[in-house]
Structures are given as C-alpha cells and as structure tokens.
C-alpha cells in the first residue's frame, strides 16, 4: 500500500511540472560504506546509483553559482535542474565521489569546515581540495570548527564565519562566497552575520525546491538518504512528493 502511494503521489507531482519551477539543492556528506551512525553517511554504490539516475534521466545538475545567478537576476531557473553539494570535506569525497561526478561530468560544491582539512586520514587534504578546484568542483565554508552557531557570542560567530572564509581564500586563491549552517541551524541574527562576513549565498534544510522567491542566505537542501537506494525513492525525493506524503 505504502508503494502504491508513493508512487502515486510521485506521479502526480510530476505530471504537474512542480518541479520544473525550482531547483532542488541535494545534500550529501561521506560517501563510505558505515554503519556506525558517528557520521552521516552515504555507500559508494547507493551514490553511484543516484548519479547514474540523475545522468539518465530528465534532470540537469548545474553549479551552485549558476543557481545563484538565476535567483539575484529573478531570471527562469532551468527545467528539472539538480545541485550536488557535500558538507565536511571528507576524504571519500575525493576518493569516491570525485571519480563518480567526473565520470558524468556534474559539477558540486563541497562546504569545508576548514580546522578539519589535512587533520587527518579521515578529512581532504588541501593538495586534494585543490586538484578538485582546478578541475571545476566550487568549494565554499561550514565554519572553521563546525559549531552550533546560535550558541555562539557575536564575536565568536564572527570569527567562524570569517576565518574559514579567510583560509578557504588563501589556500585556493578565490572569492569564498558560499556558506553552509552546521546542523542546518539559521535565525536572523546568524543570517545577517553571514552576510555581513561577505557571503553570497548560505544554504540550509528544509527539503524544499529553491524558487525566484528563496531568499539566497537561506537556500534549502534535500537530504538523501541510504534507504532511498530504489529508483522508486530516489524520483520522489527528487520530484519533491516525500513532502505530500508527509500530510497523509
């Protein structure tokens, strides 16, 4: 019955074009086979399988930036467009999931929390963080130590939103635009201290599809999990029906 529904409901939101008014931002972060639950994790072959999906199928993977151009110019996002992100910066994600992104040619953004980089084997070096920057992947700052941001002074949450900014730029020599909020966790006061730290966009949960009215600090992110492996449940997290099938 539960599959009936789901498909039912998927059927319907796409016969409706719901999704061709947005842009679905996907969120992912260790791509490893773990069952500890210590980290959120994805395994090689459900990520390989999700690619795959999305390379055969109607949808467009486009980069962040690109997204945001559409939504500061309130021009028409492209039809069934996708973003890939990562938020971390684990070592898997050069190992498993580069190779997979090059091999369908999509772009990602990866959201560094930059104490982490080069700590240990689990993280991204920066000699790996920089050879998936000349290959086009965007990088962008989720703090310097990953913190719960509303637990912070205004001083303190300065100096993570800035410092991860600083480094990112020094080791990359870019403009670091793009901001992640750890655990997803957003007010206005935070919002505004990342715009005032020189961000361009900042994104956060809320597994909705990013429209011409989403606010560019506030960029919602659809969480894709290991039991959504099947086809089946990967187009309706894709097409946005997990959300009606909340309201049954």
């Given at each position: 019955m539960k599959h009936l529904l789901d498909y039912t409901i998927s059927l319907a939101y796409h016969c409706l074009h719901i999704e061709h008014k947005g842009c679905r931002i996907l969120e992912f972060h260790s791509i490893l086979d773990d069952s500890s639950g210590k980290i959120p994790t994805l395994s090689p072959i459900a990520f390989q399988k999700f690619m795959e999906y999305i390379y055969n199928s109607k949808y467009k993977v486009i980069?962040?930036?690109q997204l945001v151009e559409y939504l500061k110019q309130m021009k028409p996002l492209p039809k069934n467009s996708i973003v890939i992100t990562f938020d971390d910066g684990y070592k898997d994600n050069f190992l498993t999931?580069?190779?997979i992104l090059k091999k369908y040619?999509?772009?990602?953004?990866i959201f560094l929390v930059?104490?982490?980089i080069g700590k240990n084997s689990t993280y991204l070096s920066w000699a790996e963080v920089?050879?998936?920057?000349?290959?086009g992947i965007l990088f962008g700052s989720?703090?310097?130590?990953?913190?719960?941001?509303?637990?912070?002074?205004?001083e303190k949450l300065e100096i993570e939103l800035k410092k991860s900014k600083e480094i990112i730029e020094d080791k990359l020599g870019i403009n670091c635009q793009a901001f992640s909020y750890p655990y997803g966790e957003i007010n206005e006061s935070t919002r505004e201290a990342v715009r005032k730290a020189g961000y361009r966009c900042a994104?956060?949960?809320g597994e909705k599809t990013?429209?011409?009215?989403t606010s560019l600090l506030e960029l919602s992110r659809t969480f894709i999990y290991e039991t959504d492996i099947t086809t089946r449940r990967f187009r309706v997290r894709l097409s946005g029906a997990h959300q009606w099938h909340k309201l049954w």
């Amino acid at each position: 019955m539960k599959h009936l529904l789901d498909y039912t409901i998927s059927l319907a939101y796409h016969c409706l074009h719901i999704e061709h008014k947005g842009c679905r931002i996907l969120e992912f972060h260790s791509i490893l086979d773990d069952s500890s639950g210590k980290i959120p994790t994805l395994s090689p072959i459900a990520f390989q399988k999700f690619m795959e999906y999305i390379y055969n199928s109607k949808y467009k993977v486009i980069p962040l930036n690109q997204l945001v151009e559409y939504l500061k110019q309130m021009k028409p996002l492209p039809k069934n467009s996708i973003v890939i992100t990562f938020d971390d910066g684990y070592k898997d994600n050069f190992l498993t999931a580069f190779p997979i992104l090059k091999k369908y040619n999509f772009s990602a953004t990866i959201f560094l929390v930059t104490e982490w980089i080069g700590k240990n084997s689990t993280y991204l070096s920066w000699a790996e963080v920089k050879q998936m920057h000349n290959y086009g992947i965007l990088f962008g700052s989720h703090t310097n130590t990953h913190p719960h941001l509303l637990k912070l002074s205004p001083e303190k949450l300065e100096i993570e939103l800035k410092k991860s900014k600083e480094i990112i730029e020094d080791k990359l020599g870019i403009n670091c635009q793009a901001f992640s909020y750890p655990y997803g966790e957003i007010n206005e006061s935070t919002r505004e201290a990342v715009r005032k730290a020189g961000y361009r966009c900042a994104v956060s949960k809320g597994e909705k599809t990013n429209t011409l009215g989403t606010s560019l600090l506030e960029l919602s992110r659809t969480f894709i999990y290991e039991t959504d492996i099947t086809t089946r449940r990967f187009r309706v997290r894709l097409s946005g029906a997990h959300q009606w099938h909340k309201l049954w």
